[in-house]
């Protein structure tokens, strides 16, 4: 049947399961908002104040439900305010589909109003990018767009389309949706749902057939085979102290079970990246905590200590290893990963396992021993209990007592998001997350500014969860405006500023390293009044100062957002609250700040 290019996009979407968009209208995608006027009934359109938190919003919406999440903008200013969303997703692995407008194909490469090369643009931070020069090919690349962002190791994918593209006829025939997440991409598979011609028996393979193709040969899945699986079940079984290392790899293949059966096996400590954080109930007794700059004493000195350290779904970031030459010199690495560029990208592996991590662990667990004798001795036990900050600075209102507060009131199946800073930090320490796809964050990237759109979209997508954003001030005046959006569709979002008038993370740098020569980080006396600014926004807001006014608003929060409004709180906390430990840069992860 004949339909424009438009509701050809829209069909497609549809037949994906997709039931949210994120986005903002502009010239370029008016057919395009046009139809989803038409169809509001079948796709709801969340309207944000902002295109970068359209990107966060539908990448919170992903992270919270292993779904794709989509986000559309205009072309030019439209399409480049996603692009720090799109690299956020792409660091941290988040399937994405951004829809992004053009001018028309004969304006294309003229310097026409609005227009930009985002294909161009977007090349190093998504998986694939297409620009639709051909209404006939577009249902194809949209799915073709869905089956890359979510196989093998999830990332974002942009689709960009022209404005006369949308607006005229083609041909829509029917195909199939996504059926399971992580399928290998194989020509095959492209085939049979609809994607590309089958045109193997003739030997005349049409433009859409070799793209297919030529997109499943880049994101096939690399096949682990039993020699791999022998030699990683040898390490395991010889080591006397193995530690487990987990990252958001773990979350994404949903292989939690499969982690926490391995390290109960061989009675190892399992340390988190920030991404792994979800991986193991951070209550489980084998749970040491982060691991890195500010990774727990546990988990810095196993690791430093180990005879062998096993990385599941985690890439070694500098972040987690500081000095690669001085980072488990002691032990032996077996890595199981689904990306083969991660193996010996950071840290040489002397064994690795490339394939979907519950699988690859489904297939080692086979083979070990139910129960295997470590010499940890007691060291994890002793180690857990040096935690910095465990008892409250002498200040007035202490982030521990507020994340452990909000705990209390939200429960085990709350969602926490948080923007970047020393609150994501602190948020990592104390929050007792037991649950995966439960702490949202921007760790690859450190995206200021994705917090509130990330946690929009993740409350949108789990309307019966309570949700919570921890934030900064710096942080949230980069997002603040989002409050409108949160307004217009009655989202009953939980809001929690550390309000310590600096840009904290930074001034801790100034203090220790730069001589507290605190340039530019001072926000004394800045605008804005954050009650006042909710309150514009038409949101309740309210400040406290110590412990007694906290748990007061606290109540009276909870109580708008039960009512179904989201609801401020702005915590005035210390400006010179540090986060601890800390390691300086430079140094190996076991020489740790601990005061």
Not at 333 to 355: C, R, S
Request: with cysteine.
């Amino acid at each position: 049947m004949q339909y424009t290019g438009a509701r050809i996009l829209i069909e497609a979407l549809v037949e994906q399961g997709v039931d949210t968009v994120f986005g903002y209208p502009g010239g370029s995608v008016l057919f395009i908002y046009d139809e989803l006027f038409k169809h509001r009934d079948r796709i709801r359109h969340i309207l944000v104040s902002h295109e970068q938190h359209a990107a966060h919003a539908a990448d919170g919406y992903a992270r919270s439900t292993g779904k794709v999440g989509v986000c559309i903008a205009t072309s030019g200013p439209g399409a480049t305010n996603l692009v720090t969303g799109i690299a956020t997703a792409s660091m941290d692995s988040s399937p994405l589909v951004a829809i992004t407008g053009n001018v028309n194909v004969p304006l294309l490469g003229k310097d026409s109003f609005q227009e930009v090369d985002i294909t161009g643009i977007t090349m190093p931070i998504v998986k694939h990018n297409w620009i639709v020069k051909d209404v006939n090919e577009l249902a194809e690349v949209v799915r073709e767009a869905f089956i890359v962002a979510c196989s093998g190791r999830p990332g974002p994918v942009l689709i960009d389309v022209p404005k006369d593209i949308t607006a005229i006829l083609g041909e829509w025939v029917p195909g199939k949706g996504v059926e399971k997440q992580h399928q290998p991409v194989t020509a095959d598979i492209l085939v049979a749902r609809g994607m590309a011609p089958d045109t193997t028996s003739t030997g005349d393979e049409s433009v859409l057939g070799a793209r297919a193709r030529r997109l499943a040969e880049r994101n096939k899945r690399t096949t682990f085979t039993s020699m791999d699986i022998d030699r990683a079940v040898a390490l395991l079984r010889g080591a006397k102290r193995p530690v487990l290392y987990a990252g958001g790899g773990v979350i994404i293949s949903g292989a939690g079970g499969e982690l926490t059966q391995l390290a109960e096996q061989l009675n190892a400590p399992v340390a988190l990246s920030l991404m792994g954080i979800g991986a193991l109930s951070q209550d489980h007794r084998l749970c040491t905590g982060l691991i890195g700059m500010h990774g727990t004493v546990a988990s810095n000195k196993a690791v430093q200590q180990a005879d062998l350290l096993v990385a599941i779904g985690a890439r070694f970031s500098d972040r987690v290893t500081s000095r690669t030459d001085q980072f488990a010199q002691g032990a032996q690495v077996l890595h199981f990963d689904i990306d083969p560029a991660e193996i010996n990208k950071n840290v040489q592996a002397d064994a690795w396992v490339v394939g979907d991590i519950k699988e690859t662990l489904k297939t080692v667990l086979q083979k070990l021993p139910s129960d295997i004798k470590t010499e940890w001795n007691g060291d994890i036990e002793r180690w857990k209990v040096q935690v910095p900050q465990a008892h409250h600075r002498d200040t007035a209102l202490h982030p521990r007592f507020i994340i452990e507060e909000t705990a209390k009131r939200l429960g085990d199946d709350a969602i926490v998001v948080t923007d970047v800073g020393q609150h994501q930090i602190w948020t990592a320490q104390f929050y007792p997350i037991t649950r995966s796809r439960s702490f949202l964050t921007s760790g690859g990237l450190g995206t200021m500014g994705f917090g509130l759109g990330a946690a929009l979209g993740a409350k949108i997508a789990n309307p019966t969860r309570p949700v919570v954003l921890f934030t900064g001030d710096g942080c949230f005046r980069m997002n603040c405006t989002e409050m409108a959006t949160l307004n217009t569709y009655t989202v009953p979002l939980l809001i929690v500023i550390f309000n310590n008038r600096t840009l904290g993370m930074v001034r801790q740098w100034q203090s220790l390293f730069y001589e507290g020569r605190y340039s530019e980080t001072d926000l004394v006396g800045r605008p804005p009044d954050f009650i006042k600014l909710a309150e514009a926004y038409g949101l309740p807001g309210y400040r406290a100062e110590d412990e007694a006014s906290f748990t007061e608003v606290l109540d009276k929060a909870m109580r708008d957002i039960a009512g179904g409004k989201a609801a401020l709180i702005d915590a005035r906390i210390d400006r010179d609250e540090r986060v601890l430990p800390m390691v300086p840069g430079g140094k190996p992860i076991h020489e740790q700040i601990l005061l």
